[in-house]
């Protein structure tokens, strides 16, 4: 299997304070892998490098064979809007937008038209099971739904990479397995899965586990 995304010896520091020391980890195409830590151990500095949001100190990162230009702004976005799909720990649902208008906002930024994002988007919200919930702002949905809606969000664009941190971190048991669920539907098609979790059992369903501590990995 070829490689989707590698770092080499990534550093990270934030105001004197290494954050991420000389991590170096490959992830193969369709793989899924989880992530594992303490609180504060690196796992979302990670992921944001991953996702190429946030560029290292030092060290290289690849994706898909090409070396990441952290100074090219151009490139990364996109790369980003269409490779990479982001549950983050908050959702980051637009809170003024309904949930229709919010999966449809990568789709329009990666250049669709709005009439075709629309009717991707409402067939995404039906598959995820938020049929009849399309116009409702973010405020007038459940935890589980806006998890929903933003795992939407991060697929619309078919990436090939989905990055996910915590994405069942504040749910029940039963909207748990419904986002898992869904990721692991999602690996099975294809997609590459990096899921950040502190959950023991859901950790063991991906194919690997990554254990990181003090900013290394362990
Ligand atoms: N932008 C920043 N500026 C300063 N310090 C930061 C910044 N981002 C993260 N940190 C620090 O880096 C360390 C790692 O943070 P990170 O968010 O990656 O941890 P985490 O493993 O995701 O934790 P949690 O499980 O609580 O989400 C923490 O000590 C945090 O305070
Ligand atoms: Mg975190």
Do not use: W
Not at 170 to 189: A, P
């Amino acid at each position: 299997m070829s490689l989707l995304i590698s770092l080499r010896r990534v550093s990270k520091s934030v105001e004197g304070e290494e954050i991420l020391r000389e991590v170096s980890l490959e992830v193969k195409r369709g793989e899924f892998v989880s992530v594992i830590g303490p609180s504060g151990s690196g796992k979302s500095t990670l992921l944001y490098i991953m996702g190429l949001l946030d560029r290292p100190t030092s060290g290289e990162v690849f994706f898909d064979g090409e070396k990441v230009d952290f100074s090219d702004e151009e490139r990364l976005s996109e790369i980003r809007n269409r490779r990479i799909g982001f549950v983050f720990q908050f959702h980051y649902l637009i809170p003024e937008l309904t949930a229709l208008e919010n999966v449809m906002v990568p789709m329009i930024k990666a250049g669709m038209s709005r009439k075709e994002a629309e009717e991707r988007a409402c067939d995404l919200l039906r598959v995820f099971g938020l049929s009849g919930k399309e116009r409702r702002k973010p405020y007038q949905l459940s935890g589980g739904e806006q998890q929903r809606v933003a795992i939407a969000r991060a697929v619309a664009n078919d990436p090939d990479l989905i990055l996910a941190d915590e994405p069942t971190g504040n749910l029940d048991t039963k909207n748990t397995e419904i986002v898992m669920d869904l990721l692991e539907d999602l690996n099975s098609s294809g997609t590459t899965i990096v899921m950040v979790t502190h959950d023991a059992e859901l950790s063991i369903r991906a194919d690997r586990t990554i254990e990181i501590r003090d900013g290394r990995l362990v």
